[in-house]
């Protein structure tokens, strides 16, 4: 990046980065894991990324986060460095970064400071952009959900991923290693379970708006999904529906439902009318805590959503039951097949029961094998060296309940096995011969086009 401001500063300060309250309880069990050695200076930049910041606590203002605090010397908020621009869209112009760089070290305090920064989400801003102002900083990854198991959404910059040094991630699905940033050859490193456990204690202490019901309810977790155009949001409202019906059927009476916080309020209603209907009382959650926190709080029987990360810390760290719903529907709807939500659709529908199991669900056995195949379909120019293994998943294992996973368009562009027409089961790796072969199908295209 042209312009760069070098530092030789003898202080260093690092500056984690937080948009949510789980990603910051996960930069703190690492800090008390000690994943992070001393240095002069620590500093959290917070970052509201709600459509609506002003009608939406930040990451500082949500319970329990004081419980946090110690941990870091300052509180910064990155709203009210950029104001009045939005965190989710707002990117600098590229001569104008050395100009930004200057104003955060004199805003934040940082003059001649080494900069170190621990980023989440370093494909898009706010992260990407505090990396690409910050030229020369040492740059740590870490990951707060199941999309560190699946590939990196966006070619990231040379400049940026060669500065990347290693990815923390929390054991969400046991043995299996991420796929995100290994293109750049970054190791992957896994916060402690227990750390993380500590903290969440410490969260749930810090909530007194709820007690350990004498039943134990079933939970059920909303996404508010349609905001990401996957799905609309009566199919949302329906999903709820159905997540209602299958928990009564099941026998629960007792339901409680914790929104997304930016949900609208009629669904809840219309989720409330539904239980009562059944015979079962609902409790709609408006509090902004964490699903952890009601892990331990409410001692919930049963856990239902639909590929939330909350899944995975309820079964993995609780042993709480847990049933999905809608991954079928998800992952017929993801478009492109790049989205970065295919991996954690898929990891919840290949390894979590639907909520309406007749007895036949079997999770995968062999869930490193899958993600591996699935990625490599999802982004096959960062991860050439995974191609071999998916040709061997998917002429091993392809059948109509994995087929569920891929897309024989996509199958067939890549010359993979399951593609369309046997004459396309295998594509030369020669680049020029698949750029013919790219030729030969738009010109296919274009007289199908002109027949029609």
Same mark, same amino acid.
């Given at each position: 990046?042209?312009?760069?401001?070098?530092?030789?500063?003898?202080?260093? =300060?690092?500056?984690?980065?937080?948009? =949510?309250?789980?990603?910051?309880?996960?930069?703190?069990?690492?800090?008390?894991?000690?994943?992070?050695?001393?240095?002069?200076?620590?500093?959290?930049?917070?970052?509201?990324?709600?459509?609506?910041?002003?009608?939406?606590?930040?990451?500082?203002?949500?319970?329990?986060?004081?419980?946090?605090?110690?941990?870091?010397?300052?509180?910064?908020?990155?709203?009210?460095?950029?104001?009045?621009?939005?965190? %989710? %869209?707002?990117?600098?112009?590229?001569?104008?970064?050395?100009?930004?760089?200057?104003?955060?070290?004199?805003?934040?305090?940082?003059?001649?400071?080494?900069?170190?920064?621990?980023?989440?989400? @370093?494909?898009?801003?706010? $992260?990407?952009?505090?990396?690409? @102002?910050?030229?020369?900083?040492?740059?740590?990854?870490?990951?707060?959900?199941?999309?560190?198991?699946?590939?990196?959404?966006?070619?990231?910059?040379?400049?940026?991923? /060669?500065?990347?040094?290693?990815?923390?991630?929390?054991?969400?699905?046991?043995?299996?290693?991420?796929?995100?940033?290994?293109?750049?050859?970054?190791?992957?490193?896994?916060?402690?379970? &227990?750390?993380?456990?500590?903290?969440?204690?410490?969260? $749930?202490?810090?909530?007194?708006?709820?007690?350990?019901?004498?039943?134990?309810?079933?939970?059920?977790?909303?996404?508010?999904?349609?905001?990401?155009?996957?799905?609309?949001?009566?199919?949302?409202?329906?999903?709820?529906?159905?997540?209602?019906?299958?928990?009564?059927?099941?026998?629960?009476?007792?339901?409680?439902?914790?929104?997304?916080?930016?949900?609208?309020?009629?669904?809840?209603?219309?989720?409330?009318?539904?239980?009562?209907?059944?015979? /079962?009382?609902?409790?709609?959650?408006?509090?902004?805590?964490?699903?952890?926190?009601?892990?331990?709080?409410?001692?919930?029987?049963?856990?239902?959503?639909?590929?939330?990360?909350?899944?995975?810390?309820?079964?993995?760290?609780?042993?709480?039951?847990?049933?999905?719903?809608?991954?079928?529907?998800?992952?017929?709807?993801?478009? &492109?097949?790049?989205?970065?939500?295919?991996?954690?659709? =898929?990891?919840?529908? /290949?390894?979590?029961?639907?909520?309406?199991?007749?007895?036949?669900?079997?999770?995968?056995?062999?869930?490193?094998?899958?993600?591996?195949?699935? %990625?490599?379909?999802?982004?096959?120019?960062?991860? &050439?060296?995974?191609?071999?293994?998916?040709?061997?998943?998917?002429?091993?294992?392809?059948? &109509?309940?994995?087929?569920?996973?891929?897309?024989?368009?996509?199958? =067939?562009?890549?010359?993979?096995?399951?593609?369309?027409?046997?004459?396309?089961?295998?594509?030369?790796?020669?680049?020029?011969?698949?750029?013919?072969?790219?030729?030969?199908?738009?010109?296919?295209?274009?007289?199908?086009?002109?027949?029609?």
């Amino acid at each position: 990046m042209t312009g760069s401001l070098s530092r030789t500063g003898s202080r260093t =300060t690092r500056v984690f980065y937080a948009s =949510t309250l789980y990603g910051a309880a996960t930069l703190s069990a690492a800090v008390d894991a000690g994943l992070f050695p001393a240095v002069d200076r620590t500093v959290l930049v917070v970052s509201n990324n709600a459509g609506t910041p002003e009608l939406t606590p930040a990451v500082d203002e949500m319970p329990g986060f004081q419980r946090l605090r110690h941990r870091f010397d300052d509180i910064l908020s990155w709203n009210e460095t950029i104001a009045p621009f939005h965190p %989710g %869209g707002w990117v600098p112009r590229e001569d104008d970064l050395p100009i930004w760089e200057r104003h955060l070290r004199l805003a934040w305090g940082l003059g001649d400071d080494t900069v170190e920064l621990v980023l989440e989400s @370093i494909q898009v801003s706010p $992260a990407l952009t505090l990396a690409e @102002i910050f030229t020369a900083a040492r740059i740590e990854v870490y990951a707060d959900g199941l999309m560190s198991y699946g590939p990196t959404r966006n070619r990231l910059d040379l400049q940026v991923g /060669a500065r990347i040094r290693r990815l923390l991630h929390l054991d969400l699905v046991p043995g299996l290693v991420p796929l995100l940033l290994t293109e750049f050859g970054v190791p992957a490193e896994t916060v402690p379970t &227990p750390d993380f456990l500590r903290v969440l204690d410490q969260l $749930a202490d810090a909530a007194r708006d709820f007690e350990t019901p004498d039943v134990a309810p079933a939970l059920l977790l909303g996404q508010y999904l349609s905001t990401l155009g996957i799905i609309t949001e009566r199919e949302e409202e329906e999903l709820h529906i159905r997540m209602v019906r299958g928990v009564v059927e099941l026998g629960h009476r007792n339901v409680v439902f914790k929104p997304h916080p930016t949900a609208p309020a009629i669904w809840s209603r219309r989720l409330e009318e539904e239980a009562s209907r059944l015979g /079962a009382e609902l409790t709609v959650l408006d509090s902004p805590v964490l699903a952890e926190v009601l892990y331990q709080r409410l001692k919930p029987a049963l856990v239902v959503g639909c590929f939330s990360t909350a899944l995975f810390t309820a079964s993995a760290f609780y042993g709480v039951p847990v049933a999905r719903t809608g991954t079928d529907m998800l992952l017929d709807r993801l478009s &492109p097949f790049q989205n970065s939500n295919r991996v954690p659709v =898929t990891l919840v529908d /290949a390894l979590v029961p639907p909520l309406d199991d007749d007895g036949t669900y079997r999770p995968e056995e062999h869930p490193a094998e899958l993600v591996a195949a699935v %990625g490599f379909v999802m982004q096959p120019q960062m991860h &050439p060296e995974l191609r071999s293994g998916a040709e061997k998943f998917l002429a091993a294992r392809l059948d &109509p309940h994995t087929l569920r996973y891929f897309k024989r368009r996509r199958l =067939t562009t890549l010359g993979l096995p399951g593609a369309v027409g046997p004459q396309l089961v295998r594509i030369p790796q020669n680049a020029a011969a698949q750029r013919v072969v790219r030729r030969a199908r738009r010109l296919r295209r274009a007289v199908l086009r002109l027949r029609a």
